[in-house]
Antibody
Framework: QVQLQESGPGLVKPSETLSLTCSVS??????????WGWIRQPPGKGLEWIGSVSYSGLTYFKPSLKSRVAISMDTSKNQFSLEVTSVTAADTAVYFC????????????WGPGTLVTVSS | DIQMTQSPSTLAASVGDRVTIACRASQSINKWLAWYQQKPGKAPKLLIFKASNLESGVPSRFSGSGSGTEFTLTISSLQPDDFATYYCQQYNSYSFGQGTKLEIK
């Protein structure tokens, strides 16, 4: 059974960089065909896909966030990470990591989510 | 960007009711649509993929239909555990609908 767990600071100052890590257990993030993604949910609001990385390291992002977002993989630790630069209060949200088991599938496994608050 | 619009935003129903939630895409997405259920403080749970395929372990009272731009999620007989918020997601470019909150009448 695949398990995902988000980790990182719960509080980030405006204009700084938000950094989160998703640790994966029960499977390898570099297994062929897997895609790994980040989704966020502002308090009381809906879900927003941020971006994804493929098993081979190919990344793609929501166009409106592309200039501020990076996703990377650390296969030695079986983790993938999210960075969002120049954050504002609008980036306050619960951040989820999730898995897709191929390029034509939705997200089937999710982490429990972690709340990140942007505030001085 | 493909926009996803769900209706209604809120739905009040009783245990045993049959309910339907609609999701419309701003352009054709073939059958690349998923439905998720989310409860407060929890991650979304995948219910339906490729518009009409039931995810393993999901009760058969859930069903999905549609293709192109019009999709529906139906719960045939509401159970107490089904009161939650439901989201559609197209997985061409991964945008979500705004959600439908299913409340107890």
């Amino acid at each position: 059974q695949v398990q995902l767990q988000e980790s990182g600071p719960g509080l980030v100052k405006p204009s700084e960089t938000l950094s989160l890590t998703c640790s994966v257990s029960g499977d390898s993030i570099s297994r062929s065909a897997y895609f790994w993604g980040w989704i966020r949910q502002p308090p009381g609001k809906g879900l927003e896909w941020i971006g994804s990385v493929s098993y081979s390291g190919l990344t793609y992002f929501k166009p409106s966030l592309k200039s501020r977002v990076a996703i990377s993989m650390d296969t030695s630790k079986n983790q993938f990470s999210l960075e969002v630069t120049s954050v504002t209060a609008a980036d306050t949200a619960v951040y989820f990591c999730a898995r897709r088991d191929d390029s034509s599938s939705p997200f089937d496994y999710w982490g429990p989510g972690t709340l990140v608050t942007v505030s001085s | 960007d493909i926009q996803m619009t769900q209706s209604p935003s809120t739905l009040a129903a009783s245990v045993g009711d049959r309910v339907t939630i609609a999701c419309r895409a701003s352009q054709s997405i073939n059958k690349w649509l998923a439905w998720y259920q989310q409860k407060p403080g929890k991650a979304p749970k995948l219910l339906i993929f490729k518009a009409s395929n039931l995810e393993s372990g999901v009760p058969s009272r859930f069903s999905g239909s549609g293709s192109g731009t019009e999709f529906t999620l139906t719960i045939s007989s509401l159970q107490p555990d089904d009161f939650a918020t439901y989201y559609c997601q197209q997985y061409n470019s991964y945008s979500f609908g705004q959600g439908t909150k299913l409340e107890i009448k």
